[in-house]
């Protein structure tokens, strides 16, 4: 089988991010207004990766091929990677690693990718337009606890609570948008920014890995991916609790 992956384009009259929620924002006062976005969470090896893209104040045109990540093909996200960057005023990249995505949990490792852009920005946003139905940033609830002991975490993974954190002074305004990739503009370039730069990751990987074509298939279960782990077992960027571990012959 060929590694050989060519990604989907843009179909015809796909939905264009607009500007709508970005203005109800900068009506509300909130001056500078970014979009977030991950990647690589259904990946069964490398990182986790989140983008932010911080607008310019009070921006009115979108570039023209700005779109959710998934509807563009490879060959274009590259080609648009740095018209999105330059566009955006500033942007940051934060990741997590498949180690990590093992010893916290998703949704754990998500916040901690998502700590590591707000790090990396050169600017500072005041509110934060957020892909999905919940607020990534947001704090782990306590475990309950049963009389005087508490519940311990999932079998061989530590306690989310206990993760450390890059120092990023106050939190910006959340809003959670679903679709929010498809729907905001602030949240589509932070969409194809990660996924540009996961991307980069991946087929770097993919030469110390050439049996798993991650250059191809990113570490998402493509068929000659999971021929690959049959044959070859998990390489040291596999997600090593995930369920599909199970059904190798070896680990």
Same mark, same amino acid.
């Given at each position: 089988?060929?590694?050989?992956?060519?990604?989907?384009?843009?179909?015809?009259?796909?939905?264009?991010?607009?500007?709508?929620?970005?203005?109800?924002?900068?009506?509300?006062?909130?001056?500078?207004?970014?979009?977030?976005?991950? /990647?690589?969470?259904?990946?069964?090896?490398?990182?986790?990766? /989140?983008?932010?893209? /911080?607008?310019?104040?009070?921006?009115?045109?979108?570039?023209?091929?700005?779109?959710?990540?998934?509807?563009?093909?490879?060959?274009?996200?590259?080609?648009?990677?740095?018209?999105?960057?330059?566009?955006?005023?500033?942007?940051?990249?934060?990741?997590?690693?498949?180690?990590?995505?093992?010893?916290?949990?998703?949704?754990?490792?998500?916040?901690?990718?998502?700590?590591?852009?707000?790090?990396?920005?050169?600017?500072?946003?005041?509110?934060?337009?957020?892909?999905?139905?919940?607020?990534?940033?947001?704090?782990?609830?306590?475990?309950?606890?049963?009389?005087?002991?508490?519940?311990?975490?999932?079998?061989?993974?530590?306690?989310?609570?206990?993760?450390?954190?890059?120092?990023?002074?106050?939190?910006?305004?959340?809003?959670?948008?679903?679709?929010?990739?498809?729907?905001?503009?602030?949240?589509?370039?932070?969409?194809?920014?990660?996924?540009?730069?996961?991307?980069?990751?991946?087929?770097?990987?993919?030469?110390?890995?050439?049996?798993?074509?991650?250059?191809?298939?990113?570490?998402?279960?493509?068929? /000659?991916?999971?021929?690959?782990?049959?044959?070859?077992?998990?390489?040291?960027?596999?997600?090593?609790?995930?369920?599909?571990?199970?059904?190798?012959?070896?680990?």
């Amino acid at each position: 089988m060929s590694c050989a992956d060519a990604g989907p384009l843009a179909p015809a009259g796909a939905q264009r991010p607009t500007l709508e929620q970005e203005r109800r924002l900068w009506r509300a006062g909130h001056e500078v207004v970014a979009g977030l976005d991950e /990647v690589g969470r259904g990946a069964w090896a490398g990182p986790l990766t /989140v983008g932010v893209a /911080v607008l310019r104040p009070r921006i009115r045109k979108l570039p023209e091929w700005l779109r959710d990540s998934k509807l563009l093909s490879e060959d274009r996200r590259e080609r648009v990677f740095e018209e999105i960057a330059a566009w955006c005023r500033c942007w940051s990249v934060g990741h997590a690693s498949a180690e990590e995505c093992d010893r916290w949990g998703m949704t754990a490792a998500l916040r901690l990718a998502s700590y590591r852009a707000l790090a990396g920005l050169d600017c500072r946003a005041d509110a934060l337009l957020v892909d999905g139905p919940l607020d990534l940033l947001a704090a782990p609830r306590p475990r309950p606890v049963q009389g005087e002991l508490e519940l311990l975490p999932p079998a061989g993974r530590a306690d989310p609570a206990t993760i450390e954190l890059p120092e990023v002074g106050e939190l910006p305004l959340r809003v959670p948008v679903v679709d929010g990739d498809a729907r905001c503009a602030a949240v589509a370039a932070a969409s194809v920014l990660a996924k540009v730069t996961r991307d980069r990751l991946m087929r770097e990987e993919s030469a110390h890995f050439p049996a798993y074509c991650f250059d191809a298939n990113k570490g998402y279960p493509s068929a /000659v991916h999971q021929m690959a782990l049959r044959g070859y077992g998990l390489s040291a960027i596999h997600r090593r609790s995930w369920s599909f571990v199970g059904d190798l012959p070896w680990r």
